[in-house]
């Protein structure tokens, strides 16, 4: 994807393991654990990346700026280029040019990099159509009603697990992905496409399932730090960034024992 990879995993002896488990025929939960112990560091400082922090404080500002008069106003307050009355497009490609406005000339952008953003947009096209059945005739107000709901302890506790389970999801099958494809065939561990299209649903259902953890602390924070503070700041989406991953990092380590 991008110009910088995530890391020399596959050369560790814990990446080894990972193999090993594909070869074996393990499961999704198996792999899963096992190549979060081996990119547990990773992960760690992926926390504190400048995409993943603005992707994660981009999501904390739509609900609040869907609550204000003029949501559109609102939003290019915040640095999202949006026009007047903003469609769930219009709102999507908005949020994906400010994570990349973070980032000048496109130097230094990692692979990490785009799926923070991925993630970020998938969210919010999830959190608008579940709402409105899909994505056809989907309104402005549509939209900015959908946007204001998330402004609760539980909808933004939903808003944040999706995006942590989406983006740890994202990152294992940028590792997995690299010795999965060399399985699949007659007698290997995945006999067809399909099996591993089955592993690959698995694995991110696996990921969802561990991002449980993120939910009620994301919500509580989310509310108390809005209210304390009149606002979140990027430094206060940093430090929560930083919390969340060391939560899903321990979840999925826990889910290994």
Not at 21 to 50: F, K, P, T, Y
Not at 146 to 156: E, G, I, L, N, R
Request: charged share 25%; proline share 3%; glycine share 8%.
């Amino acid at each position: 994807m991008g110009h910088t990879r995530l890391g020399d995993l596959p050369r560790t002896r814990k990446w080894q393991e990972v193999v090993s488990l594909i070869a074996g025929g393990a499961g999704a939960c198996q792999v899963a654990n096992a190549v979060i112990r081996a990119a547990e560091r990773g992960l760690n400082l992926a926390s504190e990346h400048a995409a993943l922090v603005e992707a994660f404080w981009i999501l904390t500002q739509l609900p609040v700026a869907a609550r204000e008069p003029d949501f559109s106003a609102a939003l290019r307050h915040r640095g999202l280029p949006v026009p007047d009355n903003p469609g769930l497009m219009d709102i999507v490609g908005a949020v994906s040019e400010a994570i990349d406005s973070r980032l000048p000339n496109n130097n230094g952008r990692t692979d990490l990099w785009e799926m923070a953003q991925a993630a970020a947009c998938e969210c919010i096209v999830e959190a608008v159509t579940k709402r409105t059945g899909g994505l056809f005739g989907v309104s402005a107000d549509d939209v900015k009603r959908t946007m204001a709901s998330m402004a609760t302890v539980k909808q933004f506790g939903d808003f944040a697990r999706q995006f942590y389970g989406r983006l740890t999801d994202k990152v294992l099958q940028y590792y997995v992905s690299r010795t999965t494809a060399n399985h699949v065939g007659n007698g290997m561990r995945f006999a067809t496409l399909a099996a591993k299209a089955e592993f690959d649903k698995a694995l991110a259902t696996h990921c969802r399932e561990a991002s449980k953890i993120v939910e009620a602390f994301a919500g509580e924070w989310f509310s108390k730090t809005n209210w304390e503070k009149k606002g979140i700041s990027r430094d206060d989406a940093k430090g929560f960034s930083h919390v969340a991953m060391q939560k899903m990092v321990a979840e999925l380590k826990a889910g290994a024992k």
